[in-house]
């Protein structure tokens, strides 16, 4: 039972940065990507590719963040340079995706049983701490990386084209470099964890993404209001959200009707008010 604990907790902080980069493009750029399930095989790929080669674990986590920024610039790339809609550029691109992660790994899957990782030389048969803590620390560094690029000159360029890009082009911000580099920058952190993915489990696969879009989507809208206190422009509020840890917590557990009015009406007494105040 406990065994299993630590497996969950390992493959949420996996996955937690495919809902970082989710994040970015749905929620701050306003970019609808589809383009998820491809990077994060073709991340997957490229760290595999790296690990047989000879390269350090950690090092080839490099190499799926630039093969996931490689593959968010190609839908970048169709939809402001060739005019195609934002869904459908990334359709196509997860199409494309397909046949190079087949060409990349020369086959529908890629093994690293064999090969030494960062993550396999973390792994004891009885202890998983130290994988935890070393996929903790990635998460946090990733987290507060986005936080503070999102309050440079840049990253407020990239919100402005996400809230409004009309209104950003008449303040001579170059909507299509922020949209290329922010689809980029989401596929890269999608890219890092396939990569961190292939490590743990061991193998690349070619069908390893799908419903990887599914899972950031709604990870990301399900906590997109959650404030947790650390900064008042911070990552999951900066558009003005504020609902507190404990109503998303009670929200989650109202699941009858007359739970779910005593949670509203507690909401906003206890916050909506002092937030008027």
Same mark, same amino acid.
């Given at each position: 039972m406990v065994g299993i604990l630590f497996i969950s907790v390992e493959l949420g902080l996996l996955y937690a940065l495919v809902v970082l980069g989710v994040f970015l493009t749905f929620r701050i750029l306003n970019f609808p990507d589809l383009t998820v399930?491809?990077?994060?095989? /073709? %991340?997957?790929?490229?760290?595999?590719?790296?690990?047989?080669? %000879? $390269?350090? %674990?950690?090092?080839?986590? &490099?190499? +799926?963040?630039?093969?996931?920024?490689?593959?968010?610039?190609?839908?970048?790339?169709?939809?402001?340079?060739?005019?195609?809609?934002?869904?459908?550029?990334?359709?196509?691109?997860?199409?494309?995706?397909? /046949?190079?992660?087949?060409?990349?790994?020369?086959?529908?899957?890629?093994?690293?049983?064999?090969?030494?990782?960062?993550?396999? &030389?973390?792994? /004891?048969?009885?202890?998983?701490?130290?994988?935890i803590i070393f996929l903790l620390v990635i998460v946090l560094v990733a987290k507060f990386f986005v936080d503070w690029f999102l309050q440079t000159e840049f990253g407020l360029r990239l919100r402005a084209t996400g809230d409004n890009e009309s209104t950003a082009q008449s303040f001579a911000i170059n909507t299509k470099i922020t949209k290329?580099?922010? $689809?980029g920058l989401s596929n890269g952190l999608v890219g890092v964890a396939g990569g961190l993915v292939a490590?743990?489990? +061991?193998?690349?696969?070619?069908?390893? +993404?799908?419903g990887v879009i599914i899972l950031g989507a709604c990870r990301s809208y399900a906590w997109r209001g959650v404030n947790f206190k650390w900064k008042n422009n911070n990552l999951f509020n900066h558009r003005g959200d504020f609902v507190p840890t404990h109503y998303k917590f009670c929200f989650t557990l109202g699941t009858c009707r007359n739970r779910f009015e005593i949670c509203r009406r507690t909401y906003r007494r206890d916050c909506v008010g002092n937030w008027e105040q």
């Open positions: 399930d491809g990077s994060f095989v /073709t %991340g997957a790929a490229a760290t595999a590719i790296a690990i047989q080669t %000879g $390269v350090p %674990g950690l090092v080839a986590i &490099l190499a +799926g963040f630039l093969a996931g920024f490689l593959a968010g610039s190609l839908t970048a790339f169709l939809h402001i340079r060739l005019g195609i809609w934002k869904i459908l550029a990334g359709i196509l691109s997860l199409s494309m995706l397909y /046949t190079i992660n087949l060409r990349l790994m020369d086959g529908p899957n890629l093994s690293l049983l064999n090969q030494e990782n960062i993550i396999s &030389l973390l792994k /004891t048969p009885i202890n998983h701490i130290y994988t290329f580099f922010g $689809v490590q743990y489990q +061991g193998f690349a696969d070619v069908n390893m +993404g799908i």
